[in-house]
């Protein structure tokens, strides 16, 4: 198997479970590391035995020794990096949000076809056991038509600082950073529909910055199901764990975080409780692990990728239309 050599862009704090996930595949080297975090970068790059550091993209084009790589950085260098990594014949890996707009991520795909690059987005909790387990209930049918989901993206008593309340390099709040995990999570569930009608109400309730801390997105899709999504950071409460996704069917009710799935019968309904690993952390490194690995076999055998690019397009769609409704006050049509 020919060796995959994958340069990292980005040394905070997603970079490690990356470096991580990417040292437990097999076959694949990290020869480069672009990061701006100075002596961090160099003690980073010392921990993962990576040996060039740079602050400077351009460094790693032309390299031979890269056949991909792996932007975790702020949000509006997603991008302009992936861009340019992938007309230089770079296969690209990006966080999410994949952009801090639909417009440039229409930009990035058109990219990827013209180059033939793979561009994969970073919206791992496809690869998580216990939200793939939901959603087979769900596309078994068992549970009946879905007509509705309720999903949540919620720090409790906590939020982030830095650059992720800076509108520039964000791009949004906690819709762009929590709400997109809620949203693709929803419709990844329900087998990727396409949505049709974006409803928000979003506001700052608890910082001083110019970002979102506090949103309600309604998604009507094309099966005519709705998703209620909320986004947050510093609430006082949240229904579980950070994360979390309930759906409501005609047959029955499935439930993400806890997970357990009940088919509706009278008044004893049969709840259904899956054996499930233990996790260590709520996002643990088990599912990172399995979406880096999930890009090198995309990137060795020119596979789409299950968080692709139209997926990570699709949640960039519903998030600009939730914006947009919140200032209009109206119903936005996709
Ligand atoms: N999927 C997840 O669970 C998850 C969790 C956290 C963050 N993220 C995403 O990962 C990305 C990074 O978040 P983070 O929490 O690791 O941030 P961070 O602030 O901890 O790290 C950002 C890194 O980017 C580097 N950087 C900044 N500007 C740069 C530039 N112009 N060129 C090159 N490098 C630059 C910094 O030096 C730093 O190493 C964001 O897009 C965020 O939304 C995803």
Not at 91 to 109: H, N, R, Y
Not at 269 to 285: A, G, L, N, S, Y
Request: charged share 25%; glycine share 10%; hydrophobic share 40%.
């Amino acid at each position: 198997m020919d060796t995959i050599g994958v340069g990292l862009i980005g040394s905070g704090y997603i970079a490690h479970y990356h470096a991580r996930g990417l040292a437990e595949a097999a076959d694949v080297e990290v020869p480069v590391l672009c990061s701006l975090d100075g002596k961090a970068a160099e003690e980073f790059a010392d921990k993962y035995g990576i040996n060039d550091v740079t602050d400077q993209i351009n460094d790693m084009l032309g390299r031979e020794d890269i056949q991909a790589v792996v932007i975790s950085t702020p949000n509006k260098f997603h991008a302009p990096y992936a861009i340019e990594f992938m007309k230089n014949g770079i296969d690209v890996f990006v966080e999410k949000p994949m952009a801090v707009s639909a417009l440039q991520g229409t930009e990035m795909i058109e990219c990827a076809r013209k180059n033939e690059r793979i561009l994969m987005i970073g919206h791992m909790w496809r690869f998580d056991t216990e939200v793939n387990y939901i959603r087979d209930i769900v596309q078994s049918g068992k549970p009946g038509d879905i007509f509705k989901t309720k999903g949540y993206g919620i720090h409790v008593n906590w939020g982030p600082a830095g650059w992720f309340t800076e509108k520039e390099l964000a791009g949004g709040g906690a819709l762009a950073d929590m709400g997109v995990h809620a949203i693709d999570t929803a419709r990844y569930i329900l087998g990727d529909p396409e949505p049709k009608e974006v409803y928000a109400k979003i506001s700052t309730s608890f910082g001083d910055y110019e970002v979102d801390d506090n949103g309600i997105v309604v998604i009507t899709w094309e099966t005519g199901a709705v998703s209620i999504i909320e986004s947050g950071w510093w609430h006082p409460h949240a229904d579980g764990p950070e994360a979390g996704t309930q759906v409501f069917g005609t047959e029955g009710y499935a439930s993400l975080f806890p997970t357990f799935w009940k088919k509706k019968q009278g008044d004893n309904p049969e709840k259904i409780v899956p054996d499930m690993p233990e996790r260590k952390e709520h996002c643990d490194q088990v599912m990172y692990s399995q979406q880096m690995k999930h890009f090198i076999e995309c990137v060795r055998n020119r596979i789409k990728p299950v968080s692709g690019m139209t997926e990570g397009q699709t949640v960039l769609r519903i998030v600009d239309a939730a914006y947009e409704s919140a200032r209009s006050g109206k119903v936005v049509k996709l």
